[in-house]
């Protein structure tokens, strides 16, 4: 059955209407294309049909976009030459929005066309705002919380069918800049006023107003600027004097926000300039070919799979224990601090009742007063509204009575680091709630399973490791204990998908994942100080690879004096076997310097009064000086990634990460791993195992033993195989 409906009116106008099945929102697919095709064709052959409007039958929304599912597979569908196949393929797609642009006019006249208008009841994402673009004239519904938008940009590619060049010649490449190189999203009044889409009319009124437009709609109306005589791009083509510093302008802003690491965006940029250069219908084939070139590169492909394949599996509860549905409906949270008041500031926004517990009135009332200076900062920007902040402040009691936890379905301890105190809190909560209460601390170090020896229920016990700042970080850790149940789990991966974030589950083991990957990257940055290496050289390595903060950056934005608290218990719990010595000896005397990063304005960045960042300190090469001789960037960059990614194979080896879908966006959400790679499995898989046991080898030898290959690593190697293609889809780790 198709995925687009057909039907004539009495006054001549054609409606069709897309509905994919059994999805929520209509996401576009190559059969969905052909069919969509046929029924253009049978409305511009019938002379019956006067005009034609297409529109959605899901209710709130027009479509998501492209199935990218389709896209990850277009590249192994196109045969044995796929970047012929590919192009092929995109300009047949190209060749059906044309015939909506065109729709029947005389090529010399421009004359005689059907006018075709869209009418958006909602959300139009990706190939839901390309089609729209083809059509005369855009309606939507006056929907605040529509979005509209070309988000490609944040999967590793760009708005491929049309999306790029129409939007261009119609607003301009300096006002479509937002929308396509940083996948901005505007509401259907923003969007209207960008010059996006043309009328947002009620909702009731939509089809009425399409219809209306399309019965009087003249030649002239459906012609669009750019097939028109005389057509002049708006601020300028990149010949004109405006035009050439708009593009010499946004040559500079891409480079500088991407560090050159990420092809989608100099791909768009190359279509956008030369397409400008020429007639419309040349400038697809250009976008074509650039939009071929990027899905010939493994970072697209590996983006698309982690970012959004993977990413919305997990989110979807793919590793969730066969259970019954575990939806939180009070919610108890102990220590309202940073983070205990960034968790109830969440859980309130998604409509759970919080009990917000600390040892002083005050504090937790501070806690509270979180979330109202969050909802009214988002007032202030027109985010949110007072009912809205009502409604959130209602659903949080700020207590420091553990009685009010009576009833509390999962608790949520957020206390000082100390296994004392969060054995105190656990004892005191577990005489008041339920026995079918599950308990979650989050820590970011502390051993799961020890902690659970507090608990009378260790099955019901687990971790959750959230990420700081709460409401922006978008991944949440869970941790398994060795006797934790799988109600547990399913518990903490239903609760962390109400609150819209994106889990991983892994197993108990020092520092999980996220901090047993992160915290190597920062000591090597450190430990390279120490050798000589120029601080600046060890940070822009890091950029230009990718991370989004190079590792002492990172250390003062985290602070230099958890750093130390991590380095002591550490070094405690591992004795003789602890190898970050050279690391502490400069964390150390940083702290001792009364440097501890940002938030003393003092750390391996100077700052100024406001807090800014105003370069590297200087002190660090007075007591640290550089080596006279400076390493290449490309083995600074090598030993930075491979600190991260060892630790992710070992994770997989040892069982930590029972699933590499987790362990790629685990490492992209949580510390911001190099996205342009699809994550540490992904980028062994694009280098190649044996690639990366030849740099492990060399690192090895020249640098120590942390570098030292793992076993699984080797054996891959040896075999030619890859993380996708042996731990695949549904593999857990060996």
Partial sequence: MSDFSYSVDADGIATITWDTKGKSMNVMSIQAFQDLDGLIDKALADDAVKGVVITSGKEGSFAGGMDLNIIAKMKDDAGENPAQGLFDGLMQMHAILRKIERAGMDPKTNKGGKPIAAALPGTALGIGLELPLSCHRIFAADNPKAKIGLPEIQVGIFPGMGGTTRLVRKMGAMA?????????????????????????????????????????????????????????????????????????????????????????????????????????????????????????????????????????????????????????????????????????????????????????????????????????????????????KEAALNLITATTDYAALKGCDLIVEAVFEDPKIKAEVTAKVEAVV????????????????????????????????????????????????????????????????????TPIVVNDARFFYANRCIIPYINEGIRMVKEGVAPALVENAAKLVGMPLGPLQLVDETSIDLGVKIAKATRAAMGDAYPDGAVDEVLFWMADEGRLGRKTKAGFYAYDEKGKRQGLWDGLAAKYPLADVQPDVHEVQHRLLMAQVLEAVRALDEGVLEDIREGDVGAILGWGFAPWSGGPFSWLDMIGEAKAVEICDHLTETYGERFSTPDLLREMADKGETFYGRFGKDAKAA
């Fill in 434 to 501: 339920g026995e079918g209460c599950i308990f979650a601390t989050n820590t970011s170090t502390l051993p799961i399973s020890e902690l659970a020896k507090a608990s009378k229920r260790p099955e019901q016990y687990i971790g959750i490791h959230f990420f700081s700042p709460v409401e922006k970080m978008l991944l949440v850790e869970i941790i398994k204990g060795k006797e934790t149940g799988d109600v547990a789990v399913a518990k903490a991966l239903d609760f962390v998908r109400q609150i819209r974030k």
């Fill in 176 to 388: 479509a800049s937002p929308l396509l190189l940083q996948g901005k999203l505007n509401n259907p009044k923003a969007a209207k006023m960008a010059g996006v889409i043309d009328e947002v009319v009620p909702a009731d009124e939509l089809l009425a107003k399409a219809r209306e437009w399309v019965l009087s709609a003249k030649d002239a109306d459906i012609l669009k600027p750019w097939d028109a005589k005389g057509y002049k791009m708006p601020g300028g083509a990149p010949y004109h004097p405006a035009g050439f510093m708009t593009f010499v302008g946004a040559s500079a802003m891409v480079n500088g926000n991407t560090w050159g690491v990420y092809p989608a965006a100099k791909a768009l940029l190359s279509a956008v300039y030369e397409g400008a250069l020429v007639p419309f219908d040349t400038a697809i084939k250009i976008e074509a070919r650039w939009f071929t070139n990027v899905m010939m590169n493994p970072s697209s492909s590996a983006m698309i799979r982690s970012l959004f394949i993977n990413k919305e599996a997990l989110e979807k509860g793919a590793n969730r224990p066969d259970v019954p549905p575990q939806q939180v409906k009070k919610l108890g949270v102990l220590g309202a601090g940073m983070m205990g008041a960034g968790i109830t500031l969440v859980s309130a926004m998604a409509g759970i009742k919080v009990v917000l517990i600390d040892q002083d009135q005050a504090a937790a009332d501070r806690g509270k007063d979180y979330t109202a200076t969050y909802m009214d900062k988002g007032i202030a920007r027109k985010k949110a509204t007072p009912e809205k």
